[in-house]
């Protein structure tokens, strides 16, 4: 890796296609997530190429640069079941995929990327067998201790045979978001199709391409979302591994997901219908053309123009705006946009992890959502803006005041 951080791919990571074309620059960032202490300002802070490319062959969009895992995912601190409606997603997850696969008190579920056994722990209450893999080691430990058994390593070969020779073959394994995240994407399918017995299942939930594009979530391109998923490149890329997809469900998860459930070749399980579905309809919304993506870079960019002109006229009109919201998507956006201190007085944050830190890149300061009362801004720029009905319904008070908002993608407006 360059500077051992990151490196390029030159290839396309499904189909080993070398013709791959850039479609989206959004120029070079620090990692969303790598929120600075005060200290941490005055040192030197990495940024990555943020660039996304295209595979014509497969149909496969991926980021062109790697930045190293372990730099992106060992310290992180996300922790799954601080959210409510994630819980909820995850038990309504385990009672269908219980039903669905047939699992009874000798299956085992193996979770990859488990984090803190959201989705463990209703399989668990389902009866089920459940072991966890997550090389975040701090989250890893404390989950084992909360009665998840967590292994905090990378999930490969190795580690597969290890666990076959201790706990037998898996009925099903899940990854949730991790599809989106590995970049050596092959060793993780190996891995799984050892582990799995020959009826096994693979199911994998993943934000889907087609919310991604249709609903503008270009801010969730960084640097830990490697892969943009649909279902026709994830059939090319299964079938080098002797494997085929069965069927797919669509969930809302991260504002639009699909589960995809996949079985090794010889596997009796029939191939439903649904698969062949969401492949016409891939076809018939343009996922397999260069243009579709080239359109949706040009919206980016108008995006960014009309956005600056609308806050450089409310700043120089005197007025102060804050921000709601720092989701690691907020990131994406700051720094592509260049919205820094100069426009953006703080940020508020519910979370108390990132109160007292400072965005990466723009750094600016987080802090608790009681200061909305104490300095009494003129604007709420929302970050998480595919969330602003409900924020603008909880920040009622505010508005009633006179304050107004900021909905900044994909065209801004004040509400
Ligand atoms: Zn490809």
């Known amino acids: 890796m360059k500077n051992g951080l990151y490196k390029k791919f030159a290839h396309c990571r499904f189909c080993l296609n070398k013709n791959l074309k850039q479609v989206i620059d959004l120029g070079s960032q620090p990692a969303a997530n790598a929120f600075l202490t005060k200290k941490q300002l005055k040192g030197k802070e990495p940024f990555f190429p943020l660039k996304v490319n295209f595979c014509s062959k497969c149909g496969q969009l991926q980021l062109t640069h790697i930045v190293s895992p372990d730099y992106l ?3 992180y601190v996300y922790v799954s079941s601080t ?4 819980v909820a997603h995850f038990e309504q997850y385990a009672k269908s995929v219980y039903k669905k696969i047939k699992l009874d008190s000798e299956s085992l579920v193996v979770d990859i990327g488990s984090n803190d056994g959201i989705l ?10 459940i072991l966890g893999i997550d090389p975040a080691r701090k989250i890893a430990k404390e989950a084992t201790k909360n009665g998840i058994l967590t292994i905090p390593e990378y999930f490969d070969q190795g580690l597969a045979n290890r666990i076959i020779k201790k706990w037998g073959f898996a009925d099903v394994i899940t990854a949730n978001n991790v599809f989106a995240h590995v970049p050596y ?18 199911i994998i939930e993943v934000p889907y391409l ?36 069965f069927d797919v469900e669509e969930t809302d998860s991260h504002g639009g997901s699909i589960r995809v459930f996949v079985k090794k070749n010889k596997s009796k399980r029939k191939v439903k219908e649904t698969v062949e579905n969401f492949i016409k309809n891939e076809k018939a919304l343009g996922l397999g053309k260069l243009h579709t993506y080239q359109k949706f870079a040009k919206k980016i960019e108008q995006n960014k123009i009309d956005l600056n002109k609308l806050l450089k006229k409310l ?7 804050i921000g709601y919201g720092a989701p690691a998507k907020g990131n994406t956006l700051l720094n592509y946009f260049n919205i820094g201190t100069q426009v953006l007085d703080y940020i508020v944050e519910d979370s108390q992890y990132k109160q007292g830190l400072f965005t990466p890149g723009m750094h600016i300061p987080v802090v608790s959502p009681k200061e909305i009362s104490e300095t009494n801004p003129d604007f709420i720029f929302i970050l998480a803006w595919n969330f602003a009905k409900p924020i603008m319904k909880k920040l009622e008070q505010f508005k009633s005041r006179g304050g107004r908002f900021i909905v900044p993608v994909p065209t801004p407006k004040i509400y």
Not at 120 to 129: A, D, I, R
Not at 213 to 235: C, G, M, W
């Open 73 to 75: 995912f060992r310290n």
């Open 83 to 86: 959210s409510p409606v994630f």
């Open 120 to 129: 463990l722990k209703p399989f668990k209450k389902l009866g089920v067998k």
């Open 185 to 202: 994407i092959d060793e993780l399918i190996l891995a799984a199709k050892k582990l799995l017995n020959s009826e096994g299942v693979l």
């Open 210 to 245: 087609v919310d991604f594009l249709q609903k503008n979530l270009f801010d969730t391109i960084y640097h830990e979302h490697v892969s943009y998923l649909s279902i026709r490149p994830l059939v090319t890329l299964f079938n080098r591994f002797n494997m085929t997809i």
């Open 315 to 321: 700043r120089s009109q005197g007025k102060n705006i």
